[in-house]
């Protein structure tokens, strides 16, 4: 497809776990963004990298969370010891370039913290 | 810390009624965007504003900001089923790049 793709749709863990989250964001965007969205509330900024960079990580809640971009394409949201209140939606979005105000978002991947 | 406030939270009308929701900040923002959100999908763009006093209309939709850049309203027109979603609103504080600071939403149901 030609969207944002996040996998999982959905994530169960159990407490104290590690987990991955992916996103396939548009080819060819350059930008790319993390938000988590928590239940009757709107998406919050995690992260931002524009190619391979983390331009800005000051979303990031605590250092159990962290992201990487290494080829400039295909990004992953690594959440170390989970605990129950990471659980969340967790959002993708991928726009052309720094100055672009577009954001495409993915669906989205439901972690469910246990 | 840049905050936007919508309301109403919530929002269930019958078909053919007008409604309007607002987002409100005590900061200014570059520019103003209000996304739609399906459950189970992440936010779609409708429209983006970015000077004040701006108004754009989409279809039913009409979209405002206010001349101060610190507010937005959202009108739609002889609601329809198919408007049934998350509204939400967005700043984009100046700096570049989609740093989107969100309200909270509003959900708004329309009834046939």
């Known amino acids: 497809g030609a969207g944002v793709s996040q996998t999982p749709s959905n994530k169960v863990t159990e407490k104290g776990k590690y987990v991955e989250l992916r996103c396939d964001p548009i080819s060819g965007h350059t930008a790319l963004y993390w938000y988590r969205q928590s239940l009757g509330q709107g998406p919050e900024f995690l992260i931002y990298f524009q190619g391979t960079g983390a331009a800005d990580d000051s979303g990031l809640p605590n250092d159990r969370f962290f992201a990487v971009r290494p080829e400039g394409s295909v990004s992953t949201l690594k959440i170390q010891r989970t605990e129950r209140g990471d659980s969340a939606v967790y959002l993708c979005?991928?726009?052309?370039?720094?100055?672009?105000?577009?954001?495409?978002f993915g669906q989205g991947t439901r972690l469910t913290v246990v | 810390t840049q905050l936007l406030e919508q309301s109403p939270q919530f929002l269930s009308i019958q078909e053919g009624e007008n409604l309007t929701v607002y987002c409100n900040s005590s900061?200014?923002?570059?520019?103003l965007q209000w996304y739609r959100q399906e459950p189970g999908e992440g936010p779609v763009l409708l429209v983006t504003?970015?000077?004040?006093?701006e108004v754009k209309k989409l279809k039913r939709l009409t979209f405002q900001f206010g001349d101060a850049r610190k507010d937005s309203s959202l009108h739609i027109t002889a609601a329809q089923p198919g408007d049934t979603g998350l509204y939400l609103c967005a700043g984009l504080p100046s700096g570049g790049y989609n740093k989107l600071i969100f309200g909270a939403g509003t959900r708004l149901a329309v009834h046939p």
């Open positions: 900061s200014v923002f570059s520019s």
């Open positions: 979005a991928s726009s052309l370039g720094r100055d672009s105000t577009e954001a495409f």
């Open positions: 504003v970015v000077t004040g006093g």
